[in-house]
């Protein structure tokens, strides 16, 4: 399966066991992640060794990538709300709030296996890895069907081990009852909205308020509205601080979604790990495409919005094909749409901070998080 590498962020690798918290929350997750994936794999094996294939496949995916955006916005959250910066009570706020990497590998499995895509992070997908051994072995049955059970469990494994995880940090009984409402409701949220992303697909819904709530629940919830909101929760964050930490959060969120809706089409696949245009092959009805659609009706340019409609869903979809779509959406304005849209929620979501009772350095660092998270210096 995938090899067990330790990538962190681009301030350096490996593990910092005694660096300050504040300055290497990816490095600390990372370390956390690593132990407790470790930990749950023996339990596999004492099941049986052929089920440890799960969580190597789990280990590899989640110790093989990432940026740590989740925990990240979390521990922000935690900080702000007066959470501690080191000692123990700080560690065991990281244990729990690196159990949304976990929540993060769930969705990102399911969602490759749900999108056919063939590769994540330059590799192949958890799906296509599998039915590869698959073959390779030269067993009964389709290798596809193999591969796509088997990347539906190590998505469910994530799920459980991610609920374990946050249960397993030893915080205060309130703590943890407070962190339970945005851990809840952001589980729901993210399959919901993965639900309406794929009813959006099927129904060819390319509208820009379908757009948007496939954004605000699929993406913006569980990046960054309630990892802050958990970090919050934790600390015991009052009224007034959760709902500018969720203000700030579903504004972010759907500007980070917008960003990686631009970096599908427009962005280099050796940065983004991705095909160019792999958005457009899928089919996704995004706020970037919706926009295009609608001005190309308003403005009566049929070859337009028939050279776009076509694109979307056409896995065989080439080069030539995508530089014509790309200029025909730079020609429309949704480019510069978007844009728009980004600046615009990116200010908003300052502006929920600027009255927040919120520590002034998380308050600054949350800040300097918006900028990297839209503009995607991560």
């Not at 501690?84 to 159990?99: D, F, H, T």
């Not at 851990?183 to 959006?200: E, H, P, T």
Request: aromatic fraction near 6%; glycine fraction near 10%; include cysteine.
């Amino acid at each position: 399966m995938y090899d067990r590498t330790t990538p962190f962020d681009d301030r350096g690798a490996g593990t910092v066991v005694g660096a300050a918290f504040d300055d290497a929350v990816p490095q600390h997750v990372e370390r956390l992640l690593a132990d407790y994936l470790d930990r749950r794999r023996v339990e596999m094996i004492g099941l049986d060794p052929d089920a440890a294939e799960l969580a190597d496949s789990l280990s590899g995916f989640v110790l093989g990538g990432g940026k740590r955006l989740r925990p990240v916005f979390a521990w922000w959250g935690w900080r702000g709300a007066g959470g501690a910066g080191s000692g123990p009570e700080a560690e065991q706020a990281l244990v729990a709030v690196s159990a949304l990497e976990l929540i993060q590998a769930c969705a990102l499995v399911h969602d490759d296996l749900m999108d056919a895509s063939s590769t994540r992070r330059g590799r192949p997908t958890v799906h296509v890895e599998f039915a590869r051994v698959h073959d390779a072995a030269g067993w009964s049955g389709p290798a596809a069907r193999f591969g796509a059970a088997a990347a539906i469990l190590v998505g469910d494994l994530a799920q459980v081990w991610a609920d374990d995880m946050l249960h397993t940090a030893t915080l205060p009984a309130e703590a943890l009852a407070r962190a339970g409402e945005p851990w809840r409701a952001m589980r729901s949220q993210v399959l919901g909205g993965q639900y309406l992303d794929v009813l959006a697909q099927a129904s060819g819904d390319a509208s820009e308020h379908r757009a948007m709530q496939v954004n605000r629940h699929k993406t913006a919830a569980y990046t960054v509205e309630r990892p802050l909101h958990l970090g919050g929760a934790l600390a015991g964050a009052g009224p007034e601080l959760v709902d500018a930490y969720r203000r700030y959060g579903a504004d972010i969120g759907v500007a980070f979604q917008l960003r990686d809706d631009l970096l599908g089409v427009f962005g280099d696949p050796e940065v983004t790990g991705k095909p160019a245009g792999d958005d457009l092959r899928e089919g996704k009805r995004t706020l970037l495409v919706a926009m295009a659609l609608d001005r190309a009706e308003r403005r009566g340019d049929d070859a337009a919005r028939t050279l776009i409609e076509n694109a979307l869903g056409d896995p065989t979809l080439d080069a030539p094909a995508l530089d014509r779509v790309r200029t025909a959406l730079g020609e429309l304005g949704a480019v510069q749409a978007v844009e728009q849209r980004i600046a615009a929620l990116t200010g908003s979501a300052l502006a929920a901070l600027d009255a927040a009772p919120i520590e002034p350095f998380a308050r600054q660092r949350l800040v300097e998080l918006a900028e990297r998270a839209t503009l995607r210096r991560w």
